[in-house]
Structure formats: C-alpha cells, structure tokens
C-alpha cells in the first residue's frame, strides 16, 4: 500500500530589507527549495529606513506569525526589529550575517554601513544598464547588423528562451544579442558573416517546444501558420537547427529541462572557457 501523499505545508515568512529586497528574496526562496512540499507565503518590506516604517512592518508581521529574515544594517533598526520579533516570539535572522562574519575576520576590513552598496551608480551599473539596452534592441533578430557590438549571440527556433537569456543575461553585464532561425528563410547573413564574436545554439526537445508554442498561441490569442505547431515539422525544424549548430562548431545548451537562470549561467560557463560541462550536442 503506498504511502499517502503528503500535503503542502504553507508558512509566513517575512523579508524585511532597507535596500530593494532583491537578495533576500532570492535568497529566502532558494532555501525554501530545498524543502519538499513547503510553501512560503512572502511578505516583503523594502526599502525599510525610518522607525516608523519598521513599527508598520512589525505591526503586520504579528498579524501573520512567521519567520522573519532581514539585511538590515543600521544597528538602531536592527534592534528595534529583533526585540519586537522576540516580543512576538518568532525566529529572527539576519541573512547575510554569517557570511558577513568570515568575510570580515578573514579580510581583517571594517564593514560599510552604506544601505544599497551593491546598487551604487559605478562603471558596473551602467555597464548592466548598457547590455540592458543592447539586448532589448538586438531581441528577435532586431539591429541585425550591429552584432560585432555583443559579448555573445544566441540563436535557436522560436520559444527557446532567448529573449529571457538575453535579458538576465544583461542584468549581469554580458550583452547578449539573440537571432531566431526561421523555417521558410535560412540563417541571417549578418550572422554567418560574424567573427570573434561567440556564438551559442539554444535547443529543446521537439515535444517541450510544440507545448510551448501552443501555450503561446492559446495565451496571445494568437493566429499562425499550422506548421508552426505540427509535429513533424517542429520536429524537422530542431534537426535542422541542431545541424547548423554542429556544421558551424557552435557549442549548444539544450534548455528542455533549464531554468532561465541555469540557461544564462551556462552561457556564462562558455564565456569564460568552460565548455566541456555544458551540454553540447553533435
């Protein structure tokens, strides 16, 4: 007799942050992953910087009981939050704490009290805003002839996650510019013109990519030729993807079971020259 399945388990946690909440939400989540069947249900505080903000957060925090993380930095803040925690007797952690600690004793360096020091304005924010832009300009085969410019290009079929790759991609500073390859057309000149610039094919498994454009259609309410959904020919149109990639020795990261991020931290691998543990087909 098999073992009754085991119902979710939901909870509170409560992501306070004087800063964007960006690191502690993902952070918070990634360790809720390692959990089966937990839920957490998320309530973030940003931008937490005055006592009167932390009193609102407090108040809302006892009408969930939960678990509290937080990055906070100013000390005055810090223990204002923590004693209202341990008066409402519910766990209250620092998320950055350990971390923090080895770094210092390690570096033997004073820490910044600077709220949002990782967002300062310096050469490396605007250069993530500038691939930002690149990649919104060079998405779907857009500013074709400008492709010199990128850190890297990914092509693949339609609905193989370039856009998002690109995209997060750009948030970490690489300008990734992404080319569709399109069944009735061969590949762009521009792109099989190009040099020294790397190049990455995107495939999926032929099932995975006739579901994804099939939600898609269903969800834009949108009207395309047949063969865009058709087994046989999806299935043709990856061969023949798969074969390009292979005549032209681009390395290949096949994203049917990747994440957006598992994709661009791949893409990233290559950059830097690690390409024997990425996917590479042919």
């Known amino acids: 007799m098999n073992a009754p399945t085991r119902l979710a388990t939901y909870f509170h946690v409560h992501l306070v942050s004087d800063s964007t909440g960006e690191t502690l939400n993902a952070m918070a989540r990634a360790v809720c992953a390692r959990f089966n069947n937990v839920l957490p249900i998320e309530h973030i505080y940003a931008l937490v910087r005055s006592h009167r903000q932390l009193e609102r957060a407090l108040a809302e925090i006892a009408n969930a009981p939960g678990v509290v993380l937080h990055t906070i930095i100013d000390e005055t803040l810090r223990g204002q939050l923590e004693q209202g925690c341990q008066a409402l007797d519910m766990p209250c952690i ?19 009290t600077q709220v949002g020091a990782q967002y300062a304005l310096d050469t490396d924010y605007f250069n993530r805003m500038d691939a930002l832009s690149y990649a919104l300009g060079h998405d779907d085969g857009q500013g074709g002839q400008d492709l010199e410019r990128a850190d890297v290009v990914l092509v693949g079929v339609s609905r193989t996650s370039k856009t998002p790759t690109s995209i997060y991609l750009a948030h970490r500073g690489v300008r990734a510019a992404n080319v569709p390859l399109v069944p009735s057309a061969g590949p762009p000149e521009a792109l099989m013109r190009l040099k020294g610039v790397p190049v990455v094919g995107l495939t999926v498994s032929p099932d995975r990519l006739v579901h994804l454009r099939r939600n898609r259609l269903r969800g834009a309410k949108e009207v395309r030729d047949s063969g865009y959904i058709d087994n046989d020919l999806v299935r043709a149109e990856v061969v023949a993807a798969r074969r390009l990639f292979e005549r032209e020795g681009w390395p290949v990261i096949d994203v049917t079971r990747r994440s957006v991020e598992e994709t661009a931290a791949a893409v990233i691998n290559i950059l830097s020259g690690g390409r024997g543990q990425v996917e590479v087909l042919g």
């Open 94 to 112: 620092g998320a950055l704490d350990p971390l923090v600690s080895v770094l210092s004793w390690y570096l033997g360096a004073p820490l910044s």
